[in-house]
């Protein structure tokens, strides 16, 4: 079935850093979506991406769509503690079924 | 304004007892879905529901495993004669209407079988 391969797995950061990640699938999706989960709570979405070559920015997130449609980045500037959390990459396999990579685990260290 | 209320937060079951885990979507949301977690892992789908109905169950063991969304009343995911392999987190997530992309989560049970 359809795989969201996300990298890396894990970062380590200064405060202040800009932090970059992605996701890759093989095959197309026609919606991407960022999720973050802090520790024992569920996800939060992000960003919502739905068309080919899309930049979509929140606050200090930008997230693109890529134009192959089998990738997606996201980016945070200048990161701060509260930044700290998993970062997971989904997109809808059918319309039940939403996937999720296995996450960017993000620490920052202030 | 309550977001997706799920409990308990932990419960902790022996091999063989049974598990129920409730859930009660935001106010509005007639559609249910259930997430599964293991450490290190991503969420992987296991039911969606809609009130009285079961749309997708396609994620979700055939065997032990069961979802209900009644008229009334919150989602409730059985697990019957837990094992040690069930241990995870189990989310619920929510949404008014069929387009999922939207889905607000609650924070979820983590199950511990020992």
């Known amino acids: 079935g359809q795989q969201l391969n996300q990298s890396p797995q894990s970062m380590f950061i200064q405060e202040g850093e800009d932090v970059s990640m992605n996701c890759t699938s093989s095959?197309?999706?026609?919606?991407w979506l960022w999720y973050k989960q802090d520790p024992g709570e569920g996800p939060v979405l992000l960003i919502a991406l739905y068309k080919a070559g899309e930049l979509t920015s929140n606050g200090r997130l930008t997230a693109q769509f890529g134009i192959t449609r089998k990738d997606s980045f996201l980016n945070i500037s200048a990161s701060i503690p509260s930044d700290v959390g998993i970062y997971f990459c989904?997109?809808?396999?059918?319309?039940?079924?939403?996937?999720f990579g296995a996450g960017t685990r993000l620490t920052v260290k202030p | 304004n309550a977001g997706v209320m799920q409990n308990p937060r932990h419960l902790v079951r022996r091999r063989g007892q049974e598990a129920r885990l409730r859930c009660s979507p935001m106010?509005?949301?007639?559609?249910v879905y259930w997430y599964r977690q293991l450490p290190e892992e991503g969420l992987k789908f296991m039911v969606y529901?809609?009130?009285?109905?079961?749309?997708?169950e396609s994620g979700m063991p055939k065997e032990r495993f069961s979802a209900e969304f009644p008229k009334e009343g919150p989602s409730i995911l059985r697990i019957q004669q837990v094992v040690r392999g069930d241990s995870a987190a189990y989310f619920c997530a929510s949404t008014n209407n069929r387009n999922n992309e939207k889905l607000f989560f609650g924070s979820g049970t983590q199950l511990s079988v020992l």
């Open positions: 989904a997109g809808p396999y059918n319309n039940n079924d939403m996937r």
């Open positions: 106010k509005g949301h007639s559609h």
């Open positions: 529901l809609q009130k009285e109905n079961i749309i997708d």
């Open positions: 095959s197309i999706f026609n919606t």
